[in-house]
């Protein structure tokens, strides 16, 4: 254990925190899923927790009208579950103008997103000591001057992976910035040992964005399939597909599927890929890794951080289809090897556990909040001290 998580887990306490997550809204991205994890947790603990999801102004054109009508609608009847409705504190829905009217005041309030950084940074001190919780580096898909700014924002920054800290430390010159890997968890995601199946099956992601990289995972899988005629693709997603990116043929695909069944999807397949082109973290690589599935992922991020070459999986370039190829048949083509690989994704999962990571969290809030508060003590002892 590293002399940084020493210092983190020494001073935790019992104490009450009251504890605010701002949201940039709903949703079932891994962003949201990871906050909602914390903050039941964070319940479970004792302390006070709330979400703010913000809801951001309506272009005014009847076909944006009527989408946010029909989302609002499909949420109230509980139609279209996402992350939050699996919150089990306070929760806010509000625009950005009256966040310091509704949220109450607090001792932490965090930031999880670049378009929530400014309207956390320009709330009251009674709301609490500010952080910035960075899960991604989104300046690829936004405004980067923009997105840039908010990483020099004086908020304490929390991040999920080596990279993003490397990032704050080097770039935003934040030597201060913790690291706090994500949990997962491991009762759910979790399987049995078993062997390689026959035939033998890859799984992935589905997503319509670009950046995620399903058409070169895609490829990929065709590529193999020209060795290995009967592999067969596994995808779960939270879109239906589109003629722009069809899915390969003969692929068995799951809609929203819930969490239940996505570990069985995950212990269905025998290798997991990851071809995204930038990750924060990647919650699914390691989630399939802990249902005793290998990897072989992009060098996008976050999986550096948990995906060994050569031991529980491999990496390989962004956009490189024919070398995720290559590596999907070494793995694939020799059962001992696979075998291997298997028990060591499994043993490298089991390390990421929500426990562990809510107890680091829990220690650097309650740390900065400490050193804040001993902070204004000081200031006022040296005020009265004038004053007298």
Request: glycine share 8%; aromatic share 6%.
């Given at each position: 254990m590293s002399l940084a998580i020493r210092g983190l887990l020494s001073v935790r306490t019992t104490s009450q925190v009251r504890i605010a997550?701002?949201?940039?809204?709903?949703?079932?991205?891994g962003g949201n899923r990871v906050v909602v994890a914390y903050g039941n947790r964070?319940?479970?603990?004792?302390?006070?927790?709330?979400?703010?999801?913000?809801?951001?102004?309506?272009?005014?054109?009847?076909?944006?009208?009527?989408?946010?009508?029909?989302?609002?609608?499909?949420?109230?009847?509980g139609l279209d579950r996402d992350h939050v409705d699996d919150f089990k504190g306070r929760l806010i829905?509000?625009?950005?103008?009256d966040l310091p009217r509704r949220l109450p005041d607090g001792d932490a309030v965090l930031a999880t997103h670049w378009l929530t950084a400014d309207p956390v940074a320009a709330l009251p001190a009674s709301k609490g000591e500010k952080f910035y919780f960075l899960q991604h580096y989104e300046a690829p898909f936004f405004n980067p001057p923009d997105v840039d700014a908010t990483w020099r924002l004086p908020m304490r920054k929390i991040v999920i992976s080596t990279w993003l800290q490397e990032l704050a430390r080097d770039r935003f010159n934040d030597p201060e910035v913790v690291l706090i890997p994500n949990g997962i968890d491991t009762e759910l995601f979790d399987a049995p040992p078993r062997g390689l199946h026959q035939p033998p099956a890859v799984g992935v992601l589905f997503s319509r964005q670009k950046w995620k990289g399903s058409a070169v995972a895609f490829e990929a899988v065709r590529i193999v399939r020209r060795r290995l005629?009967?592999?067969?693709?596994?995808?779960?997603?939270?879109?239906?597909?589109?003629?722009?990116?069809?899915?390969?043929?003969?692929?068995?695909?799951?809609?929203?599927?819930?969490?239940?069944?996505?570990r069985h999807i995950y212990a269905s397949a025998d290798v997991w890929l990851c071809a995204s082109t930038t990750e924060g973290f990647a919650l699914p690589p390691l989630e399939a890794m802990a249902c005793r599935c290998p990897v072989v992922s992009t060098r996008c991020g976050g999986p550096l951080d948990f995906v060994e070459e050569g031991v529980n999986g491999h990496l390989v370039d962004v956009g490189d289809a024919a070398g995720m190829a290559e590596r999907m048949l070494d793995i694939l083509s020799d059962p001992a090897r696979w075998q291997r690989m298997s028990e060591s994704a499994y043993a490298t999962a089991a390390r990421y556990t929500w426990d562990k990571a809510t107890d680091l969290f829990e220690a650097a809030l309650q740390r900065a909040i400490a050193r804040n508060r001993r902070g204004e003590l000081a200031e006022k002892t040296q005020v009265e001290a004038g004053a007298g």
């Open positions: 997550f701002v949201l940039p809204g709903r949703g079932l991205s964070l319940i479970e603990r004792g302390h006070d927790v709330t979400i703010a999801c913000l809801r951001w102004r309506v272009q005014r054109r009847p076909k944006a009208i009527l989408r946010r009508l029909r989302a609002d609608a499909r949420s109230l009847l829905s509000t625009g950005v103008a005629p009967g592999l067969r693709l596994i995808c779960f997603g939270a879109e239906a597909p589109i003629p722009s990116l069809p899915l390969p043929s003969g692929t068995s695909f799951y809609l929203r599927p819930a969490q239940q069944q996505i």
